[in-house]
């Protein structure tokens, strides 16, 4: 509830029904988007570079008796729709804490370099310390991502930072992270052809253990983030004014700088570099549900992955019999968002 | 000559000496600049020097200078004449085209981080030069042509979309910044959609290297740069102005739309052949120019000074590269790239105090 009114009978909605009929407006909307979020992930289990008929998808879904049908839809599309759908809800849930914190909404982990950060991390470990399995490298991502988003933001100048300082201190902090990454690749021919696919990001090639073993890790970044909800809120009006109404400030920095490291860090790890879906889908979602966070997360962790996969499907069609990774598809959707963001009137901060 | 006080403070603004031929013509002469400018120049051909005598056949300085003066023996004349020569001189237009590029960008957009680096030119050549070398498999003067015309079109693009009423310093680094992550995802998915060898080739392409550079790709990055340099020197005037604002410079009676125009061209041109020659060498547009501020401490964008600081910064770079491993010769671009990463991030943290960015 966003403001809690005493109920009243008229005829005309009253000032203080206004709040309350928006209220269910907004519930509605997220019950619509769970429904468009549960097609989504049907679609991505059903559409593929294999078509195969509803029926055998339900077969091999809970009868896997161990044919190819079967075990392309239980070992391959499966595994990928939930990767997918986990790497979403980080995604977004992470790009929304960031815009909060940061009061900015250019603030996008992929744009704040955490994701180059996790990916030089693991190239380091795969590269020079011969970690090659995901649990290995993961720890690499999250010391990687969470090194390099305290190092952009206090870089781009903490709160008081401009769009334009927090996007070039990102985009520095990327354009020398992944300088390195090309270097480390060109010296290892191996760790090259590794790399370059786990580089671009992509749910291809998903399995049940990855999303096991990076499950509790989002697990854990969801929760801290939905706890950050609130005094993020208070946080919006200025630290004064956050101070006053009871917010712990620090801690919930530092709570919300946790919760974008494991989440991101999680994601990376997982799928490789996906920019773009925690700028966008927040940003959206924002001109829908107003500015109250104990909103924005729950949209934002039901659309991003809606966008995450569809972008997968997308990426899984256009470019029969190959595939287009989704962290490419995420760019090309993602850029000309990014660029209408720039040229309207106000680059407006939160 | 302009001094914004917030700068330059009262007490340190120095005389600037003016030279007035009989004819009436003077040319105004700022003694601190003239003199880093003279180090910077002495510095880039020692750098060379160096650079020439320095490899598998080791020359002494002084047997370089008789080499390149015709008193050399057969076989010094050929590996200065044929090897080494050419590459220095790839190697000194690179760095001289980067960092005026550079200084126009970072004046334009009134930005120490409004580089082509960062907005997109780099990315944009290198997507030129990958679709050739993925998509055509084409040979070195292909791939070449290709990131001249990627670099052009990005930066055509970036400077569309970027307008509205006018260009402002700003919007033009966030739309490069949108515009470079974009490309970023095509470079990407040229990468895995090539084979291992095109992948390695672009790869190494993209890290920027002089290796093998020779004649061939000299004499194009002449012409182009004997005819855009001049053009932008030319122009120091009316972009010093810019630097004080649009409204400002306007006043002063500069057209300031057409001034950009020209500039901005000029400046996406020369860094593409600078890129079609040696790869997107990363971080040489961003830092030539403010070090060469640093240097001369004087104002504006310092373009003679910082085309020195380029040359003299890659050559350096380009030795450091070839001799820090002895097997393996890096790419003079992962030396840029990790000295100038650690460059940036004091530079970040500067300029911030001071408020500039």
Not at chain 2, 60 to 70: I, N, R
Not at chain 2, 138 to 163: H, K
């Amino acid at each position: 509830m966003l403001i809690d009114s005493p109920p009243e009978q008229s005829a005309e909605p009253s000032a203080a029904e206004q709040p309350r009929k928006r209220h269910s407006v907004r519930a509605a909307g997220l019950v619509a988007a769970l429904a468009v979020l549960l097609v989504v992930c049907a679609a991505s289990i059903v559409v593929g570079a294999k078509p195969v008929p509803l029926g055998d998808v339900w077969h091999g879904l809970f009868q896997n008796s161990g044919t190819g049908t079967d075990v392309l839809i239980a070992d391959v599309r499966v595994p990928r729709t939930l990767l997918g759908l986990l790497a979403g809800v980080a995604l977004g849930l992470s790009g929304a804490v960031m815009q909060a914190l940061t009061r900015n909404p250019l603030a996008e982990p992929g744009l704040m370099g955490v994701n180059a950060g996790a990916a030089a991390a693991v190239v380091t470990a795969t590269g020079f310390l011969g970690v090659t399995s995901l649990t290995g490298y993961v720890w690499f991502a999250f010391a990687g991502a969470a090194a390099v988003s305290v190092l952009v933001y206090v870089l781009g100048g903490g709160r008081s930072a401009t769009p334009v300082r927090l996007a070039l201190a990102g985009t520095a902090a990327t354009a020398a992270l992944y300088g390195y990454v090309n270097a480390v690749q060109l010296l290892d021919a191996a760790a090259l052809d590794r790399l370059r696919f786990w580089t671009v990001g992509s749910l291809a090639g998903a399995e049940l253990a990855t999303v096991r073993q990076v499950a509790p890790f989002l697990a854990v970044g969801v929760v801290l983030a939905l706890l950050v909800a609130r005094p993020l809120n208070a946080m919006e009006m200025g630290d004064d004014t956050a101070r006053a109404l009871g917010a712990h400030l620090n801690r919930t920095r530092v709570l919300a700088m946790l919760s974008v490291t494991l989440l991101c860090g999680g994601a990376t790890a997982a799928c490789g570099p996906i920019v773009f879906v925690g700028l966008m889908v927040p940003y959206l979602v924002r001109a829908v549900t107003g500015p109250d966070m104990r909103w924005i997360l729950p949209y934002a962790a039901v659309l991003s992955p809606v966008l995450l996969l569809v972008s997968d499907i997308v990426g899984r069609v256009v470019a029969r019999p190959s595939e287009l990774q989704v962290g490419i598809v995420t760019a090309l959707i993602g850029g000309p968002v990014f660029l209408h963001l720039v040229r309207r009137k106000r680059m407006a901060q939160l | 000559m302009t001094v914004t006080p917030e700068r330059l403070p009262a007490a340190r603004v120095r005389t600037v000496k003016a030279i007035r031929t009989p004819g009436g013509l003077s040319v105004r002469v700022d003694p601190r600049a003239a003199v880093a400018g003279l180090l910077l120049a002495l510095l880039a051909l020692a750098a060379a020097v160096v650079l020439i005598g320095s490899g598998d056949y080791t020359m002494t300085p002084g047997e370089v200078l008789a080499t390149l003066l015709g008193d050399g023996t057969a076989m010094q004349e050929f590996v200065v004449q044929d090897l080494r020569l050419p590459r220095v001189l790839v190697a000194l237009l690179v760095g001289a085209g980067l960092a005026v590029g550079g200084a126009v960008f970072q004046t334009i957009t009134r930005n120490p981080l409004g580089s082509p680096d960062m907005l997109g030119i780099g990315q944009g050549s290198t997507v030129g030069a990958l679709t050739v070398i993925v998509l055509f498999q084409g040979g070195a003067t292909a791939v070449a042509g290709g990131a001249v015309l990627g670099g052009t079109l990005t930066g055509t693009a970036v400077y569309l979309l970027a307008w509205k009423r006018g260009v402002h310093g700003f919007r033009l680094v966030l739309t490069g910044i949108g515009i470079a992550a974009i490309l970023t995802a095509c470079i990407h998915y040229l990468i895995t959609k090539a084979n291992l060898v095109d992948a390695t080739r672009a790869v190494l392409w993209m890290t920027g290297s002089l290796d093998g550079r020779d004649w061939s790709h000299f004499w194009p990055l002449l012409t182009a740069s004997a005819v855009l340099l001049p053009l932008i020197l030319a122009y120091g005037r009316p972009l010093r102005m810019l630097e004080m604002g649009d409204d400002a410079a306007h006043a002063l009676g500069v057209r300031v739309e057409r001034v950009r125009v020209v500039l901005l061209t000029s400046a996406v041109l020369l860094v593409a052949a600078a890129t079609a020659a040696a790869g997107p060498i990363v971080f040489v547009a961003l830092s030539a120019p403010q070090l060469a501020r640093r240097l001369t401490r004087s104002p504006g964008p310092n373009l003679g000074a910082s085309a020195l600081m380029g040359a003299a910064l890659l050559l350096i770079a380009d030795w450091a590269a070839t001799n820090t491993f002895d097997e393996r010769r890096l790419p003079v671009g992962v030396v840029t790239g990790v000295v100038g990463g650690a460059y940036l991030l004091w530079l970040l943290v500067t300029e911030r105090r001071a408020g500039r960015i």
